[in-house]
């Protein structure tokens, strides 16, 4: 007997980066999608996202009818995400339509239904065969509306009509005390309800994205972060990263010929993670930068990221000891990215990593350090962003490096340290002590996955043609 395969769940691609791998495809095509969350968590970029990226990039031309804002207002606030909606406009591939609903109106006249707006979305969607449609928001809607029992018929009335026209809709929503809306109800009549968040721990702002449900559809049930920038809206599905990347036996240098001859293969392997951890003073940003410095040689764009110092002053610093990185920041090879870790959260800084490695295509990237984390976040929290940055990284096979601030009392016990430690490939520990009145630099490789390596300290000494290593 023949087994009938089931037919592949109908599905619109969203147009949101990384969105379209949590759902496992896109939205329920031909069905209502629910975007709910409180006031400033994205709603409006979210859904006008979603109508714009149709339109453009698949041939899906959308209509937007808005319950609060006018079509000039709207088309001014999402121009700042390089939305062109007066363009679009005029190409008949969207078309907005701003209803104005009075409550003073509707008490005087008496109760009302939704048959004039199906009327007048119909006409709309018909105009240009539009195949996406958002209604924002549904709470000036039924503004009007006291009884219940009318308001629950009509919003029923409501999804069932967009389903038999067999338009994907997006309807947002207010979220309420209790309930994710204010009615209660959309939640439930709706095939796909997505919830927004946005929250403030420390100080620290943070967006958060919760597919609540999704019928007929496997879905990501997790938290995801998500991203407002100049490109719009980005999901990172920092959870779905499984061990399945590729390991090679080709090397790279470290950027040091006389470390790379410590290692069995004179470098380390390519698309491999190292660790540089170390007291202060130690030279680890001084191995970070020959790291990057090396990339650049190979014509492979670097990224180094630099939580406590500034491109101008990294490049000054360097050149005082004979790493000169001018010279390929202006070539572009190297892109040096600085901010404060307190700037934003821990997953907003993974899909600031994530958007650049999208955009720039590094071969290698540096972060220096992976400690100042800790600032802006607790040990378990730390930890599995790093843990979610490293599988990033290695997915993408891309050379990474990692220096990590320790303290001498506790060395091999710090939060970093111990998260990224048993992940690296390569750890290397550097230390800075005491000797006959003066300070002595020394270099230890602690382990290095699949690769012999010497078990030896290595002295070394910082001069203005950089690191020189005095064992023989």
């Not at 363009?87 to 009302?112: A, F, M, P, Q």
């Not at 209790?178 to 968040?197: A, F, H, W």
């Not at 290692?263 to 790291?291: E, M, R």
């Not at 000891?321 to 892109?335: D, E, W």
Request: charged share 25%; proline share 3%; with cysteine.
């Amino acid at each position: 007997m023949k087994v009938l395969k089931p037919k592949a769940f109908p599905k619109t691609p969203t147009g949101i980066s990384g969105l379209d791998e949590i759902t496992n495809g896109g939205f329920p095509t031909g069905r209502p999608i629910l975007i709910c969350g409180s006031a400033g968590c994205g709603k409006t970029l979210f859904a006008a996202q979603f109508l714009v990226k149709g339109a453009v990039d698949f041939n899906e031309p959308g209509v937007f009818m808005s319950f609060e804002e006018t079509s000039q207002d709207l088309t001014k606030n999402v121009m700042s995400l390089g939305f062109d909606l007066e363009k679009l406009k005029k190409e008949n591939k969207i078309r907005v339509d701003h209803v104005r609903i009075e409550r003073s109106e509707i008490e005087e006249t008496g109760e009302y239904d939704l048959e004039g707006l199906f009327i007048r979305l119909n006409y709309a969607i018909d105009s240009i065969g539009a195949k996406r449609v958002v209604l924002d928001t549904i709470e000036s809607l039924f503004a009007g509306m006291n009884n219940m029992a009318v308001l629950r018929s009509e919003l029923r009335r409501l999804f069932q009509w967009l389903k038999e026209k067999g338009v994907t809709a997006i309807i947002t929503g207010e979220r309420g005390e209790n309930t994710l809306t204010r009615q209660g109800l959309e939640e439930y009549v709706s095939d796909c309800v997505i919830l927004l968040d946005f929250r403030v721990i420390d100080q620290i702002a943070t967006r958060r994205l919760r597919i609540v449900k999704y019928r007929g559809s496997t879905h990501g049930t997790n938290e995801y972060p998500f991203l407002i920038d100049d490109d719009g809206i980005s999901v990172l599905p920092v959870t779905s990263l499984k061990l399945d990347y590729h390991s090679t036996t080709d090397t790279i240098s470290t950027g040091l010929d006389q470390l790379d001859k410590l290692f069995s293969g004179k470098g380390i392997y390519k698309g491999s993670s190292t660790l540089i951890t170390g007291t202060a003073g130690t030279a680890k940003t001084i191995l970070a930068s020959c790291f990057a410095l090396s990339s650049c040689k190979r014509k492979e764009r670097a990224l180094y990221f630099s939580f406590e110092e500034s491109p101008e002053q990294l490049m000054r610093n360097m050149l005082t000891i004979g790493i000169n990185l001018r010279p390929q920041v202006k070539s572009k090879l190297l892109h040096i990215h600085a901010s404060r870790p307190s700037l934003q959260g821990l997953e907003m800084h993974l899909l600031t990593l994530h958007k650049l490695l999208k955009e720039l295509k590094p071969r290698t990237v540096v972060i220096d350090p992976i400690s100042s984390l800790v600032t802006i976040g607790s040990n378990s929290e730390v930890r599995a962003m790093l843990v979610r940055l490293m599988d990033t990284l290695k997915k993408e096979q891309v050379n990474a490096l990692f220096t990590s601030l320790t303290h001498t009392d506790n060395q091999f016990r710090d939060a970093t340290v111990d998260a990224v430690s048993s992940l690296a490939d390569t750890w290397i520990n550097v230390e800075n002590e005491e000797r006959r009145n003066e300070r002595a630099r020394s270099l230890l490789i602690i382990k290095s996955r699949g690769m012999g390596h010497s078990n030896t300290p290595q002295n070394f000494v910082i001069s203005n043609k950089g690191i020189k290593f005095l064992n023989k």
